[in-house]
């Protein structure tokens, strides 16, 4: 079962608030450091103005603050909600004000990216303005699939999209069903508000990234959150509904409660021990630093070589110290399954997403390589983020698809 890690630490002479998600064997498999001070728009819902219209590119540049302008394609554009329309025409023109919501950060020289299609997530769905398809996640299982489209059938709602999560499938329909009516609840009053509030404003704001992540975790693999701060303690106990008073005893002189059970499995937990932190216990800063590195060691002595670029990220398998001298297609295989698994890891640790390219070591067996390609499907399948193993090229090459949206690891602690 797994751990998630809230806490802080300092790298590069500035203080980050880490969230990192640990296996049992205290293996850090994702990490999300935020500067002290400073707040993601990821997620953020605004009022933006177009300033420009580019026909060319079927897109349009949306200012949401006076200083900050974002993309915005013209194919989100299913079913805006403006405050402010000059036109008749369903295109968008210059000085028209609309709602939209940024969905990706600002990398590198790009702007962040803006869609139309508004979308309010919980734990077990996510509720969506401008696409009104209902769907269920194909990570669970057909039966579940079948039942949660019944059950939206059902209780259907012909104003939104409605999509059901993975995490859906340890709830009770009454609690996804509830979720789903809070959502909506939520997006009338949204709408509601946007109508007497002015360009820019700001109408809906993410919660930190440390609980926005929460909901993006398998509830059914996770078994504690631990932090060393008190006031993130009581928010992520806030976040579980755990009433304030719950954390304290009720005896005549009241004490701190350090842990509070959010569910059947599921523990929150205060980390209190001056003589050693949080963060040195989970060595939160060796692993950043070696999530930074481009030489990733394998226990099997090979190594992968990891080099993000501007178009796209290449990453290498070789052998190294592993050196077979016998059945040495057997040992390529097992080498690059071990591999597999690692660069699945690597991906979401370092958060690496759009194109990337693995060179795994050469296979000449079509068998070899068809089990090599189901072992890595399969490791995938695994990450939160929508990856997509497209295929082996004739060279022997890898191609892989990771959703962009937050900045890699690199960049945000550079930020």
Known sequence: MNRYVITK??????????????????????????????TSMLGNIYI???????????????????????????DDLKAPVFTKKLSKKKTLAEGEELLVQVTREALKTKEPTLTANLSLSGTYAVVTTGNKKQG??????????????????????????IVVRTNAGKASDEEVLAEIAG??????????????????????????????????????????????DREVFELV???????????????????????????????????????VSLSMLYSIKSNLQEALRERVWLK??????????????????????????RDVQENFLRVNLEAADEIARQLRLRNLSGIIIVDFINLKSPDAQAALLSRFRAVIKNDPVPTRLVDMTKLGLVELTRKKGKQTLAEALKS
């Open 136 to 161: 269920v996640s194909s990570k669970l299982s057909k039966e579940l699939r079948t039942h949660f489209a019944e059950l939206l059938e059902r209780g259907a709602d012909d104003r939104y999209g």
């Open 237 to 275: 106990c806030a976040h579980y509904h755990i009433p304030r008073e719950a954390l304290m005893t009720k005896g005549c002189v009241p004490v701190p409660v350090d842990t509070a059970a959010a569910g059947d499995h599921l523990t929150i937990r205060y980390h209190r021990d001056d003589a």
């Open 183 to 228: 959502l909506q609840k939520q997006c009338d009053d949204l709408l509601a508000a946007a109508e007497h509030r002015t360009c820019y404003s700001l109408l809906y704001e993410e919660p930190p990234l440390c609980l926005k992540e929460l909901d993006n975790l398998r509830t059914d693999s996770l078994e504690q959150i631990v932090t060393d």
């Open 300 to 325: 099997s002595g090979a190594y992968l070589i990891i080099q993000p670029t501007e178009a796209l990220t290449v990453i290498d398998v070789n052998t190294g110290k592993n050196v077979a001298k």
């Open 48 to 74: 933006g103005r177009v300033e420009h219209v580019l026909d060319n590119l079927n897109a349009a540049f949306v200012k949401i603050s006076p200083e900050q302008r974002g993309y915005l394609s013209l």
């Open 9 to 38: 630490e300092q790298m590069n002479g500035q203080e980050y608030q880490i969230s990192a998600l640990f296996d049992e064997s205290k293996k850090m498999i994702e990490v999300f450091p935020v500067k002290e001070g400073k």
